[in-house]
């Protein structure tokens, strides 16, 4: 228990790292931000607009510094994150909530896939030492990871979208189509998201072969597992029960994590297959100066972040004794 | 317990060897040869090495193979590979070999200046934190995993556009400040780990002062995870740096892998028949990174002799038996004449 | 005869003429390393009767936790057995595979290991493990399960509400127990030991072994205990081996070796461990360290430490020679009874060697 509020601490300490970063970046920044930004403004601005921006900088308000600062905490605290510029009138919230379920879909999904057969692949692969598995796996699962994600996209656009002409190359769904329920739909999304989901699957499985490999090698070495074979148990059961169940602990927080940055993750390949997740948005509002819209992405991120880590913990307990009682 | 004491009292003969006395534990300083051995005899060092000498080589010497002024827009554009244009030329009027040869300067900048960078750091405030303990170790750790727990890359983008445009030292700096605590956190539990062992205990006693202690003990015992650290935080380097210029947040003007893959996008390269100035520096960039992966999983294998592929082993294992036949078998009643 | 690796069973599946539970043969470990093959056991051979008690004691790294596993079939690569022979109650055990020797495994044979924090799977209830065990042998009834873990535990002396614990929540004496118990869930034939008392302190080991003893006594089964505290186990042994290098040096009644040592190790040893009774003697100790086993010595692996050593010692290495009721691998006691140790055929046969020193031993024959 007195783990789980330190680590509540610690999140509070992190999300006001999060939020002062926000806060004092911009005010770092030469000249006007406000004027800076409405310069590259499309469309008509208002004056009162222009004030508005310059209010949330702190340009030419009389308010001290400490009482802008906690009426920015003010706002998040109720929800307030302004109104997108690229977007405008669309506020930052509902472009938010309209891009989320994007990204978890996809993201989601490929990380948890990623997950579970890498660590499926990584246990045989430690098991059966010295089979083929074994020997070409890592070379090559290590030069895997080594791939730029956006390159892999690009490489995949070019040969399954341009040359074959197989699957889409951009977007969630073909915009030409009127969203619904309808299966047809549901069809074109998930074509639509074969090639985003297969270069993340590519250039994430490989961390998690490779760990998974080698804390399982780590594991296969301990006494109990050497107990585990004196005691005649069946070979599947030592490698799951015994030496998985142990090798796997340490991934668990290394997964949490993953998950956490599941939201902001996969910012380049929703760039390069224009996904209108959340990394998209975020790169959209870098692209056209949308700080409102960037800082509250920026924000979102973190708080996904830490939630997951919070997960990882309760999972690391509920797995793993030692921590329950240990404290 | 009973354990058998190790001194050599008078009444043992004189021509005996003298006692051996259990010294510092080994301190994991690989001489150069035995660096060198090491790295022959595994096959993905090998394969690291000869990659990241080979773009070394190219960073320093680019004029040698690439003839050209890769920034020079003069050329036709969008050319296919020929003999004058290896590799053809970008909507823009660049060679693309030259591009890709010089750019090799700029990421190799980057690779190992934010790892250097990020590995002095990592190492100044891991060591610190175990070292110094109490609330020292509680401020630090804290810094180091807050900034570990923020998203990094949405991190690196609000800084970087904030900074707006960053030329390759921003860059660097900006890789370094976000990159380092990864490192950091593994390299303080070795630390910590290292604090308890008795020939820091007795460099106390002795009546070290405590940066002797820190330099000259702790650190040279830490050599492998430091370079590894290196090797860490270059790949992220690569990785990330060219992922920034990709979505054009490095200096678009300069020459680079990352830039090279920002330009190609813009100007819609797949779409429009320009395979080769998508395709080369993505292999480029995986390749560098590769070198560095590679060494990284080497370095580990070498400090982890369970890790090695099984087959060499065993291999080795029928080759040494082979060779033993011939050799006496000494032992009970077995005869020697061999 | 180059060392080979032990295939198929040697020996019929009956009860051989010995009677014994175990029987050794020539047993030789090798670890196949990249930088080379270092033996770690070589041309082992012992008996063990019904019952019986034997203690193996050496320095660390004289291989004697190796031989251990080697009995055990517990090896792991790179630790390979490359020659030699195990026959338990009249089954060789040599080259049979997992599957083959679950049904011998932990009915028959069970195994203590020297630390029970590290032996123990942290994540799982001493219980859980207990039933694990069980499963794996065809016992499936809660009731039965749940009976005999609390009766082995009540065996040991602890309280069967620990079955619920995690190995962590344990004091380390309790989990050494507990990992007997565990060893006596089927009263097996053969329970071996590796240095189950050293992560203890004085007193629990102490009253751990006098729990071993006890359940001997009530259980009859066999015990091979590896430890390196010859004065502990040599209060409760039958008989003692002394391991130096991969070899046995000395192995004979206990009374024998702990009042005589015929080797000059044991008798270092022994002198190492001043009685607590007797009169003050100047500590002694062995000076120097073991050989490097990649490259061991070419005579008598001892010879480089030892205060009697003698010219030929460092020519060629000794047999075994036997002393009344021992074996001893040292030249001193070459003429003694006459040459090759005992009735035991050496796995690679006790071939004719043409070296001079040997030859009138041989002649005894």
């Known amino acids: ?327 | 317990m009973a354990m058998l004491p190790v001194s050599a009292p008078a009444e043992w003969p004189q021509n005996l060897p003298p006692p051996v006395v259990s010294g510092p534990a080994r301190r994991g300083r690989p001489g150069l040869t035995r660096l060198v051995r090491a790295v022959r005899s595994n096959r993905k060092a090998t394969a690291g090495t000869v990659l990241l000498v080979l773009f070394t080589l190219v960073a320093l010497f680019p004029g040698v193979i690439a003839h050209d002024n890769p920034s020079a827009t003069i050329y036709a554009r969008s050319l296919g590979p020929s003999a004058r244009h290896l590799l053809g030329t970008t909507a823009l009027g660049q060679d693309i070999w030259a591009q890709t040869v010089y750019g090799t300067q700029q990421v190799l900048i980057i690779a190992i200046g934010v790892g250097l960078l990020s590995t002095g750091v990592a190492v100044l405030i891991g060591v610190a934190a175990a070292y110094l303990g109490g609330w020292w170790d509680g401020g630090l750790s804290l810094l180091t995993d807050v900034l570990l727990v923020i998203p990094l890359f949405p991190l690196l983008i609000v800084i970087a556009t904030y900074v707006q445009g960053a030329g390759t030292l921003i860059l660097v700096l900006v890789l370094t400040l976000t990159g380092w605590s990864y490192t950091a956190r593994q390299l303080r539990s070795q630390a910590l780990s290292l604090r308890s062992r008795d020939f820091l205990e007795a460099a106390r006693v002795r009546g070290e002062r405590r940066m002797y202690i820190v330099l000259v003990e702790i650190i040279p015992t830490m050599t492998s995870l430091i370079v590894a650290s290196f090797l860490t935080n270059a790949l992220y380097a690569v990785l990330f740096g060219s992922s920034l210029q990709f979505i054009g947040l490095g200096d678009p003007n300069s020459v680079s892998w990352g830039t090279m893959l920002y330009w190609a996008e813009n100007n819609e390269a797949l779409q429009t028949g320009q395979y080769l100035w998508a395709i080369v520096p993505g292999v480029c960039i995986a390749a560098l990174g590769a070198a560095f992966a590679l060494l990284n999983y080497a370095f580990d294998e070498i400090g982890n002799p369970a890790l090695r592929p099984l087959r060499a082993r065993r291999r080795m294992g029928r080759r040494s038996r082979k060779a033993r036949v011939a050799v006496p078998v000494s032992g009970m009643g077995v005869s020697r004449a061999r | 005869m180059p060392a080979r690796r032990h295939r198929g069973p040697a020996a019929p599946a009956l009860s051989p003429a010995t009677g014994s539970v175990l029987e050794v043969r020539d047993l030789s470990v090798e670890y196949i390393l990249d930088r080379g093959t270092i033996t770690a056991v070589e041309h082992v051979s012992f008996d063990l009767d019904p019952g019986e008690f034997i203690g193996i004691v050496g320095e660390s790294g004289c291989g004697k936790s190796t031989l251990l596993f080697a009995i055990a079939q517990l090896l792991a690569p790179p630790a390979e057995i490359t020659g030699g022979s195990v026959i338990f109650k009249g089954r060789s055990m040599v080259g049979l595979t997992d599957k083959q020797l679950a049904a011998v495994r932990w009915r028959d044979l069970s195994v203590v290991m020297q630390s029970a924090m590290n032996a123990l799977n942290p994540v799982k209830s001493i219980g859980a493990q207990f039933k694990d065990a069980m499963r794996a042998h065809g016992v499936s009834s809660k009731q039965e399960i749940a009976g005999r873990s609390a009766e082995v535990l009540k065996m040991v002396g602890i309280d069967p509400v620990h079955l619920k614990s995690y190995p962590h929540q344990l004091s380390g004496g309790m989990r050494q127990r507990s990992m007997i118990a565990m060893a006596m869930l089927f009263t097996p034939d053969l329970v071996i030991m590796d240095e189950p008392t050293s992560a203890l302190d004085v007193v629990a080991q102490r009253s751990l072994m006098v729990q071993i003893k006890e359940l001997q006594r009530e259980f009859g089964f066999a015990v091979i205990f590896v430890t390196h505290d010859m004065s502990l186990v040599s209060h409760f042994s039958d008989r003692l081996m002394v391991m130096y290098a991969g070899q046995v040096a000395e192995l004979g009644a206990t009374r024998q070796v702990f009042d005589s040592p015929l080797h000059p190790y044991s008798a270092g040893l022994l002198d190492a461990f001043p009685s607590i009774r007797g009169e003050r003697v100047h500590l002694r100790g062995i000076p120097g360290s073991p050989p490097d086993l990649a490259r061991p010595p070419h005579g008598c692996r001892f010879a480089p430490r030892c205060p009697k050593v003698m010219a030929r010692c460092e020519d060629a290495p000794p047999d075994l020679y036997q002393v009344g009721g021992t074996q001893v691998r040292c030249y001193l006691h070459e003429g003694a009874s006459g040459g090759d140790a005992g009735s035991w055929a050496s796995g690679s046969g006790a071939a004719g060697s043409q070296d001079a020193g040997n030859e009138d031993a041989r002649s005894a024959l």
């Not at chain 1, 610690?10 to 004027?35: H, I, K, Q, Y």
């Not at chain 1, 040359?163 to 073909?174: E, S, V």
């Not at chain 1, 985003?196 to 590519?202: C, E, G, K, S, Y």
């Not at chain 1, 991120?301 to 997960?311: E, K, N, S």
């Open chain 1, 1 to 327: 228990m007195r783990f789980l509020l330190r680590r509540l601490g610690f999140f509070a300490v992190t999300m006001w790292a999060a939020l002062t970063l926000n806060f004092f970046l911009p005010r770092l920044m030469p000249g006007n931000p406000a004027e800076a930004m409405m310069g590259k403004f499309r469309g008509p601005v208002s004056p009162q607009a222009l004030k508005a921006l310059e209010l949330a900088f702190g340009v030419d308000t009389h308010q001290s510094l400490i009482s802008q600062y906690f009426g920015y905490i003010g706002d998040v605290a109720t929800g307030k994150f302004g109104t997108s510029l690229y977007f405008y009138p669309t506020s930052v919230g509902r472009v938010i909530l309209d891009a989320i379920p994007w990204t978890l879909g996809l993201v989601g999904v490929t990380t948890i896939l990623a997950f579970v057969l890498g660590t499926g692949i990584g246990i045989m692969s430690a098991w059966r030492r010295g089979g083929a598995l074994d020997s070409i796996g890592p070379p090559v699962f290590v030069i895997a990871t080594a791939i730029p994600y956006f390159w892999i996209g690009l490489m995949l656009i070019l040969i399954f979208a341009v040359r074959l002409q197989w699957l889409p190359a951009a977007f969630g769904f073909d915009i030409t189509l009127t969203p619904s329920l309808s299966l047809p739909f549901i069809a074109n999304i998930l074509e639509h998201a074969i090639l985003p989901a297969t270069a993340l699957l590519v250039t994430t499985i490989g961390t998690w072969i490779l760990t998974m490999r080698n804390n399982m090698i780590t594991t296969l070495a301990e006494d109990y597992v050497r107990m585990a074979r004196a005691k005649g148990l069946p070979g599947r059961r030592i490698m799951l029960d015994y030496a998985a169940r142990n090798a796997l602990l340490p991934n668990l927080t290394g997964f949490a994590m993953s998950l956490g940055f599941v939201v902001g993750g996969a910012i380049l390949v929703e760039y390069v297959f224009n996904y209108p997740g959340v990394g998209y948005m975020l790169l959209q509002a870098v692209n056209n100066e949308d700080y409102p819209l960037m800082q509250a992405l920026f924000l979102l991120i973190t708080v996904a972040v830490l939630v997951a880590i919070l997960l990882a913990d309760i999972a690391t307990a509920v797995f793993d004794p030692r921590t329950r009682t240990g404290g």
